[in-house]
């Protein structure tokens, strides 16, 4: 997920979340492994194919398909922010991967000749989107006959705390995101947390066959403090909030976090329940 994808961050921010999805790379993959795999099943990549990834950040789930295409295959990684892709061509390098192609691209304006790609994969990016229909229809475009579709999302808040406990804590700390953005508008991160709005979006791109699926989970920090640094470091409206707080005002919401978080703590550190939801579509 790119946490910049579509946003008017300011560019010195959105290097810091790019950097901090890097440094944070595996928690954020292994937290929601089952998603993407989920959604490898669905676009069942095999060798030779070309996948195409939408707001990959810093690439994990791309990485999967990769290999299963094999050295003749290709994945297209592909972000709005360069700094993710920089992260994702690292992580990339990091794996031996030389079958992966990284580019930035915006997610609603696919730069790619029509049915040139097998399957579509994004995770926790077209949500992120301002124009969600323009990312689908573009998907639709791009894919061959035969290609598949396969994204997630989150859903509800109250069934994602280990999203929403910080908001609280900022909100309860007098201070709100900046820009006052609607989580459940356009690009915010439930604005498709309802199925139905994904399977009218899949439908009017030219989508049939939907698939939605429900996956619950939990997000696994080892402290209250590893659960703050990490959280306010990747929420892109949080991390912008915070640059602008003092280190007392930042410690204020930290503090706040306690109570919130402490009914999740077990053994020493804190499992926060989340809920994705998968989407295929063909």
């Given amino acids: 997920m790119a946490a910049t994808e579509g946003s008017l961050f300011p560019e010195d921010i959105g290097n810091q979340v790019a950097a901090a999805w890097e440094r944070y790379r595996k928690p954020l993959f292994e937290g929601q492994r089952r998603l993407s795999e989920w959604m490898m099943d669905r676009v069942n990549p095999q060798p030779g194919q070309t996948i195409l990834e939408l707001a990959a950040g810093p690439g994990e789930t791309g990485f999967l398909a990769a290999d299963r295409v094999g050295p003749g295959g290709r994945l297209i990684s592909t972000d709005l922010s360069e700094g993710m892709v920089a992260a994702a061509l690292r992580g990339a390098e990091a794996r031996g991967l030389a079958n992966v192609e990284c580019r930035t691209m915006d997610a609603q304006d696919i730069d790619l000749p029509d049915a040139s790609v097998d399957g579509v994969l994004s995770r926790f990016g077209i949500m992120l989107v301002p124009e969600p229909a323009r990312a689908l229809a573009g998907s639709r475009r791009v894919l061959r006959p035969g290609g598949r579709l ?91 909030l915070v640059a602008t707080l003092s280190n007392e005002e930042r410690r204020a919401i930290r503090d706040s976090l306690e109570p919130m978080v402490a009914p999740f703590r077990v053994d020493g550190g804190y499992q926060i329940p989340s809920l994705a939801v998968g989407i295929s579509a063909g």
Avoid at 179 to 189: K, L, S, T, V, Y
Avoid at 207 to 228: A, C, K, N, Q, R
């Fill in 150 to 240: 396969a994204y997630g999302v989150w859903g509800p808040p109250d069934r994602n705390p280990w999203l929403t406990l910080l908001v609280g804590a900022v909100i309860q700390q007098g201070h709100a995101p900046p820009g006052g953005a609607d989580p459940f508008g356009p690009g915010g991160p439930f604005s498709l947390a309802a199925p139905e709005a994904n399977r009218d979006l899949l439908t009017a791109a030219g989508f049939s066959d939907v698939e939605i699926e429900e996956i619950p989970g939990t997000m696994d920090y080892d402290s209250l403090d590893g659960y703050w640094e990490m959280q306010s470091a990747i929420a892109g409206p949080i991390a912008v």
